[in-house]
């Protein structure tokens, strides 16, 4: 993948997540838990792992969806929470999608950057409020985020097995994908 087009893969993956993330934003989600979000904007980061060979460049859209989502919508503690979430929930789909290698799909390594996801903003929680009863919320955000999880992981799996046909992405490897 020369430069170029890597600088434009990784500029189109931001600007979708944003467009996800203020979709999403839009949203009301009726869930038992409140501030349960689908986490539409994982639906990039997912298939980003799959597509992208550098996995510093995944890193490096989620960073920059981060802070163009605060600068837009959001504020400091959106930008807490939203850092702690995705940045444990990249490392620990990195560990799952590497450890698991064939043996877990697209759609379990999306779960399990779910169920991470709402860990990480569990702790800055906990952190905030100098309470660890806060972590009592995780079982049902669990419940929810994996559910959710699973969608996205569904999704980036149809994505990513479209996108493996494509002459660009002749090198994306399909054995996660189902």
Same mark, same amino acid.
């Given at each position: +993948? #020369?430069?170029?087009?890597?600088?434009?893969?990784?500029?189109?993956?931001?600007?979708?997540?944003?467009?996800?993330?203020?979709?999403?934003?839009?949203?009301?989600?009726?869930?038992?838990?409140?501030?349960?979000?689908?986490?539409?904007?994982? %639906?990039?980061?997912?298939?980003?792992?799959?597509?992208?060979?550098?996995?510093?460049?995944?890193?490096?859209?989620?960073? %920059?969806?981060?802070?163009?989502?605060?600068?837009?919508?959001? #504020?400091?503690?959106?930008?807490?929470?939203?850092?702690?979430?995705?940045?444990? =929930?990249?490392?620990? +789909?990195?560990?799952?999608?590497?450890?698991?290698?064939?043996?877990?799909?697209?759609?379990?390594?999306? !779960? =399990?950057? !779910?169920?991470?996801? #709402?860990?990480?903003?569990?702790?800055?929680? =906990?952190?905030?409020?100098?309470?660890?009863?806060? +972590? %009592?919320? %995780?079982?049902?955000?669990?419940? !929810?985020?994996?559910?959710?999880?699973?969608?996205?992981?569904?999704?980036?799996?149809?994505?990513?097995?479209?996108?493996?046909?494509?002459?660009?992405?002749?090198?994306?490897?399909?054995?996660?994908?189902?």
């Amino acid at each position: +993948m #020369n430069k170029t087009f890597r600088i434009v893969l990784i500029g189109i993956f931001v600007s979708q997540a944003l467009a996800l993330y203020t979709i999403e934003s839009m949203i009301p989600v009726p869930f038992i838990a409140p501030g349960a979000k689908l986490g539409l904007t994982n %639906l990039i980061t997912v298939i980003a792992l799959y597509i992208l060979e550098n996995k510093r460049d995944v890193f490096l859209i989620i960073i %920059l969806r981060l802070l163009l989502s605060t600068i837009f919508t959001g #504020n400091l503690s959106t930008l807490m929470y939203g850092a702690a979430g995705a940045i444990l =929930s990249y490392y620990a +789909m990195i560990l799952v999608k590497t450890v698991g290698k064939d043996k877990i799909s697209i759609i379990g390594v999306s !779960a =399990s950057g !779910a169920f991470f996801h #709402n860990l990480g903003q569990l702790i800055i929680g =906990s952190i905030i409020v100098q309470n660890i009863w806060v +972590m %009592l919320y %995780l079982p049902i955000l669990s419940i !929810a985020g994996i559910g959710t999880g699973i969608f996205i992981g569904l999704t980036s799996n149809f994505i990513v097995r479209h996108i493996s046909r494509l002459r660009y992405f002749d090198d994306i490897d399909n054995r996660h994908v189902t």
